[in-house]
């Protein structure tokens, strides 16, 4: 089953523009993870936040995490061609730490 | 480093036809898993080892086997393959577990087509 599932589905925005996705979890987590995927290849990490953390930076990434919510958000500021990607939430829930639950993903379009 | 390294990159296979895919890794990480990737569907865990010598059934195990014989080797093997099992295949290690904020490493995934 399913516990992130990312919104929006498809994202198509201009370069230099900010792209925001959305994740939104079911059961309580022990930390929240977001992957990026290229076409054609695998996942790649991109940033992970704890439970007990509720805003993480990385360059041009930014995640929040509202555990009250069961939401979090990855905004990626000022895009480019390149973060044309599939973009994963993944939760990690108590009781079940060897398990990363992925969502069905963001498609970002970042148009040149 | 190279990574996570996936054999054969695609395959097509007959329906009833056996085969193996192999991944292995060179970070020296406990943990490896196996994931499935089919369209509207996101990952789903097929089965997962938490050291050498050890496998465990993940979400969406029926129809397949696993073996971990070496830490660097996780083998995915389909007995009699069906057309349900088309899909693109993904194997990924991490250090220790998820939940001890440890993130997975990908390799680039093996695209099968049964028909």
């Known amino acids: 089953s399913q516990q992130g599932e990312e919104d929006p589905q498809a994202l198509s925005i201009q370069e230099g523009e900010n792209a925001t996705m959305n994740c939104s979890y079911k059961t309580s987590i022990n930390n929240l993870q977001w992957y990026r995927q290229n076409s054609g290849r695998g996942l790649v990490h991109l940033i992970l936040?704890?439970?007990?953390?509720r805003e993480k930076h990385s360059g041009r990434l930014r995640v929040t995490l509202d555990t009250s919510k069961k939401s979090s958000s990855l905004l990626i500021t000022a895009s480019r061609a390149a973060d044309t990607a599939s973009y994963f939430c993944a939760t990690v829930s108590g009781g079940s730490n060897y398990k990363l639950t992925f969502g069905k993903g963001t498609l970002l379009t970042v148009n040149p | 480093n190279a990574g996570v390294t996936q054999t054969p990159k695609f395959r097509v296979l007959k329906t009833g036809q056996s085969m193996t895919l192999l991944c292995a890794q060179d970070?020296?990480?406990?943990?490896m898993y196996w994931y499935r990737q089919d369209p509207g569907m996101g990952l789903r865990l097929i089965h997962y080892?938490?050291?050498?010598?050890?496998?465990a059934k993940g979400e969406v195990p029926d129809g397949y086997n696993v073996s971990r014989l070496k830490k660097q080797n996780f083998l995915l093997g389909l007995e009699s393959a069906a057309p349900s099992q088309t899909s693109v295949y993904f194997c990924a290690s991490s250090r220790t577990d998820p939940g001890a904020d440890q993130p997975q490493h990908f390799g680039d995934g093996t695209r099968l087509s049964i028909l």
């Open positions: 970070m020296n990480h406990e943990y």
């Open positions: 936040i704890r439970s007990n953390e």
């Open positions: 080892s938490v050291g050498e010598g050890t496998t």
